[in-house]
């Protein structure tokens, strides 16, 4: 069928569906200097370049890695580092069958005339990590932030690159599910008409949304199931199925709680490949049980495959705790 035709359409639409394979999902390693900073610290490392090498070095020359993983989002600085024995990371990636990938915004400053909110800086990135608690997010935040996905996708499709679209929506609050729900509807409204606005092909882009969840500090936990049952239906009502991949963020939520979220959601087929793009829910037992000592790093490369592989089975279907 007719599709808007463009120098890199075909490559898009080929390295899109490449990330959304079965049983594989990405790995989120795009801190920024600081926020790598703030986990190495986490286990008292200094925030130094040698340091952050080092701990970049141990995730991405895991062996197997590729197995579970098929992309991996790097920070600036991580696309032009090498191992040790001089091996750029982008071609450790490639020899695995993992696509690389690069964030691109430039990290948030306060958005003017809003409810104290932020937007990402750089027309290039964005999220809509603005919800102030209770009142949510501004009408004004979230368009800004819809708007601003939207070029961004626009404008790396035309250079080659499948965006991946992630408007955020934070954990932090004591409000329940049903709200959560509420407001996801609203952004991925305007994030899905300003996409269309912007003529970014659907079938080359892929979507990291926040699962629906209750706030972090809500009185009641809610289970894996009412979960699943919630996010796909806020993504059954907005998302079209055009797009090949859902790759979740783990937004805080634990190592396992990540897991078997997604699990539940593949309990059923579903309209896109519904996977994962985690970052701390593949991360946090590597880094307390790597401590930056060398010795370490083979038993955490082993604790980063216990998680790829748990989220792949998850991915498809078929975790068991
Ligand atoms: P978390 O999985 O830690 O929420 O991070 C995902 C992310 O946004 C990194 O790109």
Known sequence: LPIRAGAYTDELIKTAKTIASPGRGILAIDESNATCGKRLS????????PNRQAYRQLLLTTPGLGEYISGAILFEETLYQSTTDGKK???????????????????????????????CQ??????????????????????????????????????GLVP???????????????????????????VFYYLAENNV????????????????????????????????????RR??????????????????????????MNQSPNPWHVSFSYARALQNTVLKTW???????????????????????AQLGKYSA
């Not at 009408?139 to 790396?156: D, N, Q, T």
């Not at 706030?215 to 009412?226: D, I, L, M, Q, V």
């Not at 055009?242 to 396992?256: D, K, N, R, T, Y």
């Open 122 to 159: 750089g027309l290039d990135g964005l999220s809509s990590r603005s919800a102030d608690i209770p009142c949510g997010p501004s009408a004004l935040a979230v368009k800004e932030a819809a708007w601003g996905l939207a070029r961004y996708a626009a404008i790396s499709q035309d250079n």
């Open 89 to 119: 990371f982008v071609d450790v990636l490639h020899d695995q069958k993992i696509v690389p990938g690069i964030k691109v915004d430039k990290g948030l400053v306060p958005l003017p005339g809003s409810n104290n909110e932020s937007w």
């Open 42 to 49: 986490s286990i008292g490392l200094d925030n130094t370049e």
């Open 201 to 236: 092909i659907f079938e080359g882009i892929l979507l990291k949304p926040s699962m629906v969840t209750p706030g972090a500090e809500h009185k009641e936990r809610a289970n894996p199931e009412t979960i699943a049952k919630y996010t796909l239906t806020m993504l059954k």
């Open 291 to 313: 401590q930056g000592r060398p010795e370490n790093v083979e038993a955490a490369q082993k604790a980063l495959l216990v998680r790829a592989k748990a989220n792949s089975l």
């Open 239 to 264: 998302v079209p199925p055009a797009v090949p991949g859902i790759m979740f963020l783990s937004g805080g939520q634990s190592e396992m709680e990540a897991t078997l979220n997604l699990h539940a």
């Open 164 to 190: 991946i679209v992630e408007p955020e929506i934070l954990l932090d609050g004591d409000h329940p599910i049903e709200r959560t729900l509420e407001v996801a509807e609203k952004v991925w409204a305007e």
